[in-house]
DNA sequence: GAAGATTGACCCATCAATCTTA
DNA sequence: TAAGATTGATGGGTCAATCTTC
C-alpha cells in the first residue's frame, strides 16, 4: 500500500470514485432546490420531518435526531430553531431526565412532511432508484455497508 | 408512476439510498478533516489544485475551472481568492479575451498539491476503492454513468 | 466532573446584481 | 446585448466555549 498511495487514479477508480462524488453533488443539489420550490423546505429538514414523523408520538429527542440526520449536534439545533420558528416543530422538555429535550412535530409540521413526500420521493426515484434494477439496488446496499458497516441500516 | 410516488422507500430502496446519503457524508468530511490537518487544505481546494496540476502550463480559465470542480462560479472565485492569499496560486490575464482570466499554479501550489496527493490518494483507497475489486470499481463508474451521463469521465 | 443542548465567532457557499470587454 | 468574472448580501454549517442538570 506504500508507493500506491503516490499513483494517480486509473480511469476505473475515477470512474469510481470522481463518478460517486459528482452525482452525488448534482442529485443533493437538484432535490434541494425541488423540495424548496414546491414546499419551501430544505432537504436536511426533510429529513428531520421524517425522523420525527416515524417516531411514536413524533418527539425525538435531539441528540438521537443529531444521530440520524447528516448533520452536527450545533447544525441540528440551528435547524430545529427554524423549524420551531416556521412552526413545523416544537420543543419539549424531558420529564425524566431535565437535561434533555424533545423536539416534537407539530400538526403542521406533519402536514408539511406528508406534502413533501410525495415530492421527494418522486424525485429520488425518477433521478436515482428507477437507474437500478432490485438485483442492483441489493448490490449498492451491500456496497455501502462494506464501506461504512451500518450505512444502509 | 403516480402512486409510486406516496410509498414510502423499502428497505432495498432505503440501503441503496440512504446508504449513499451516509457513505458519502463521512468519506467527504474524513476526507477534508485528514488534508486540512496534514496540509492545511481544504477538498475543494485540493480539486483546483489537481486540475490546475493537469492543465498545460499548470493554468486553467476561471471558467473551465468552474465547470470541473463541484462548485458554482462565485463559489470558485472565493476559492481562488484564498489560495492567492496562500501563495498557491496566482491570476493571469487573457491575452486573447481580456474578459477572461487564468487561474495558475505557483511553484509553492505545485510543491503543495505533490506534498497533498500522497495524503489524499491514501485515505480514498483505504477508505473507498480498497473497498472493491476491479468488476466491481467498474460496475460502479457504469452505474453512475446511468443516473448522469459523463459523471465518471 | 460528564452529558445534553445551545450560543458566539467564524468560514464557506450561493444568488442576484454589477463591472468590464467582446 | 452577451459572456467572463467578481462582489454584496445572506443563509447555513462547524468548532469551541458555555450553561444546566445529572
Do not use: G, K, M, S
Given at each position: 500500500m506504500s508507493a500506491q498511495g503516490e499513483r494517480p487514479l486509473d480511469a476505473r477508480e475515477l470512474g469510481a470514485w470522481r463518478g460517486f462524488l459528482r452525482v452525488h453533488a448534482r442529485l443533493v443539489r437538484e432535490l434541494d432546490r425541488e423540495l424548496q420550490a414546491a414546499h419551501g423546505l430544505?432537504?436536511?429538514?426533510?429529513?428531520?420531518?421524517?425522523?420525527?414523523d416515524g417516531a411514536p408520538g413524533g418527539r425525538l429527542r435531539m441528540s438521537e435526531l443529531a444521530d440520524s440526520v447528516l448533520l452536527s449536534q450545533s447544525g441540528l439545533t440551528r435547524l430545529v430553531d427554524r423549524l420551531v420558528r416556521d412552526g413545523l416543530v416544537d420543543r419539549e422538555r424531558c420529564d425524566d431526565d431535565r437535561r434533555g429535550l424533545y423536539a416534537r412535530l407539530t400538526p403542521a409540521g406533519r402536514r408539511a412532511?406528508?406534502?413533501?413526500?410525495?415530492?421527494?420521493?418522486?424525485g429520488v426515484r425518477d433521478r436515482f432508484l428507477s437507474r437500478f434494477d432490485e438485483a442492483e439496488q441489493d448490490a449498492l446496499a451491500e456496497l455501502w455497508e462494506r464501506v461504512e458497516p451500518g450505512a444502509s441500516r
Open positions: 430544505q432537504l436536511h429538514a426533510y429529513e428531520v420531518l421524517l425522523f420525527l412532511f406528508r406534502a413533501a413526500r410525495a415530492t421527494h420521493l418522486r
